[in-house]
């Protein structure tokens, strides 16, 4: 498959600003991934094109899209276009989850199968201005939590939601976590 071809449907290369040798590319990744179940699953012995990996790294690659598949139907459950109303009074009002949808501990992995069973809260506006932490600096709780509810669903503002996701998300590259080293605890 070539490049051009390749990076409609995926990317073409791995990520150069991480210390080290940096990930395998997407690409060759799948390449060790097509050769192993070709090869009935023989994933100690990588293909022979250099660049490749270790059959355990496109292993690992190949668990990793299948999480990052389970986080967007985690996402869905709680989340889901038929499950959220927006709420007029919050500026791109978007859906926001916790414990996160890629988190074990997400609602969904829990047994929440609707957003509306989990507790419910909202963005509260304290000023104006540009910086959206400082405009959106808090939540209030909507409704009267049992305290037993295995998640949090809110009403965010779109570009907030964003910028939190993409600096966690930028976070778990960069600390190259892995989902069996990272468990979320919140303690009051």
């Known amino acids: 498959m070539s490049c051009g071809l390749w990076s409609s449907r995926c990317c073409?290369?791995?990520?150069?600003?991480?210390?080290?040798?940096?990930?395998?590319?997407?690409?060759?990744?799948l390449q060790g991934i097509l050769f192993a179940l070709y090869n009935d699953g023989a994933w100690q012995s990588p293909p022979p094109e250099p660049g490749v990996g270790s059959g355990q790294t496109c292993w690992r690659r190949l668990e990793w899209w299948q999480k990052k598949s389970q986080?967007?139907?985690n996402r869905q459950a709680i989340c889901g276009t038929t499950k959220f109303t927006k709420d007029p009074t919050i500026t791109d009002d978007s859906c926001d989850?916790?414990?996160?949808?890629?988190?074990?501990?997400?609602?969904?992995?829990?047994?929440?199968?609707h957003g509306k069973d989990c507790g419910q809260v909202t963005a509260v506006k304290k000023g104006s201005g540009t910086g959206l932490p400082t405009v959106w600096p808090t939540v209030a709780v909507i409704g009267t939590p049992s305290g037993n509810e295995k998640c949090v669903r809110?009403?965010?503002p779109g570009?907030?939601?964003?910028?939190?996701?993409?600096?966690?998300?930028?976070?778990?590259?960069?600390?190259?976590?892995t989902?069996?080293?990272?468990?979320?605890?919140?303690?009051?």
């Open 12 to 29: 073409c290369r791995g990520r150069s600003d991480l210390p080290g040798p940096g990930p395998v590319p997407d690409r060759l990744c």
């Open 71 to 73: 986080a967007n139907n």
């Open 97 to 113: 989850e916790f414990p996160f949808a890629g988190a074990y501990e997400s609602g969904a992995l829990n047994g929440v199968d």
């Open 154 to 156: 809110g009403h965010i």
């Open 159 to 177: 570009p907030l939601n964003s910028d939190l996701g993409g600096a966690y998300g930028n976070f778990v590259i960069s600390a190259r976590l």
């Open 179 to 188: 989902d069996d080293a990272l468990r979320l605890q919140i303690a009051s």
